[in-house]
DNA sequence: ATTGACATATACTCATGAGTAACTCAATGA
DNA sequence: TCATTGAGTTACTCATGAGTATATGTCAAT
């Protein structure tokens, strides 16, 4: 049992679980409906407050697009992070990132990433968001080197490869469908031995 | 030389020849600025028209687009049309149509169909928008699984498969530059090279 | 009690862009 | 030569949605 009279602690945290409840559905409704087509008053209603609201926690529409993207963004970072310290050889780090970076992809800030285009963006968001998505780009043909380093795979053009592996995974930003056919898991593990099944040596 | 005086064929033509700038103008800022950002106003100036004058041509911004995407699926229903006639095994047949299919969607009309998404059509071409690109689907579909039935590539899940290979071609309209690095073509028979690797029997 | 900070709403402004009415002008055809 | 048609323009209307000024209530600390 918590107390009724809140610290200051709690009001703060309070106020971080609004946002985050706010960005959720901003982020639902943008991956649904489009970024252009949603307004900032849809997103307050459906969280059932009003426009000044959403300006109060998140900014501008533009922000609002910012911070989901960046969010998403920080996702596929922890998920590469995460994958440079799985055991084994090149191969096997790669196919881990690969599996998680996709399941991210598929989910609401990932799926975000992958339908937002620079030119929704203010110049200035843009500049960052580019960053980012240069970002993992890098860390993608990081860990296609490493492999290739080690002999688990074979290579003839990082970059795109990197660009191919990047779009096969991205687009199920676009079909996939979590209420029907395979999870996220399973879809990510079969798409990934597809694309890997070309890169191990003979 | 034509005469000056031109026949009811001339100004026919005439007229399918300035439809067709405007749809080209259309469809290089919708890829360029984005659908939403891309007022008709723009789209008329770039040409050095009026707005009205491409409602007189092409109908209300909704028809313009509709018109584009259809467009970019009649150029990928002809080179899935021609696919089908090139000889040898199935594999050579899915190549080719990937290869072609690739370099179509680096166009303009081809990057307008992959950076197009539902949610900007009204209900109505949004239908036949799906229609079209169930039938690209379908079509892929069925090239790998003639390659499979003549024995040419070995695939576990052709659906999944078929996903991926489109998702990873597609996304070359969102990263590929005319203006730098490989051409279309380069770029095209690299990329299937990379995803038909893992498909072909050990 | 009083003050101040924050949460939230109402009720606006303002720009933009889709779409149209209505006009002009030139060529075509009877 | 006059009527018709189509190309093209100017100058609007109208809705929508971003963003804001300002009011109100509520809680916490003094």
Redesign the pocket.
């Known amino acids: 049992m918590t107390s009724p ?4 602690q709690g ?1 703060s945290e309070d ?1 971080a679980i ?1 946002r985050q409840a706010l960005l959720t559905a901003a982020v639902r409704l943008f991956n649904e409906r489009g970024f252009h087509a ?4 849809e997103v ?1 209603t459906s969280v ?6 959403v ?2 926690y998140l900014g ?3 922000q609002v697009l910012l911070e989901c993207v960046s969010f998403g963004l920080a996702q596929l970072r922890e998920v590469a992070e995460a994958a440079r310290a799985v055991p084994g050889r090149g191969i096997d780090r790669l196919k881990a990132f690969l599996r998680r970076y996709a399941e991210v992809v598929m989910g609401d800030f990932g799926r975000c990433v992958i339908r937002t285009s620079d030119e929704m963006l203010t110049a200035d968001s843009r500049a960052r968001f580019r960053a980012a998505k240069r970002e993992m780009d890098a860390a993608m043909r990081e860990m296609l080197e490493a492999a290739v380093a080690d002999g688990s795979v074979r290579i003839a053009d990082v970059r795109l490869t990197a660009f191919t592996i990047a779009g096969a995974l991205n687009w199920s930003a676009r079909w996939h469908n979590d209420d029907a056919g395979q999870s996220r898991a399973e879809t990510a593990r079969d798409m990934v031995d597809i694309l890997c099944a070309g890169l191990e040596p003979r």
């Open positions: 009279f809140r610290s200051a009001r106020r609004k949603t307004s900032l008053d307050a059932g407050v009003t426009k000044p609201l300006y109060h501008n529409k533009d």
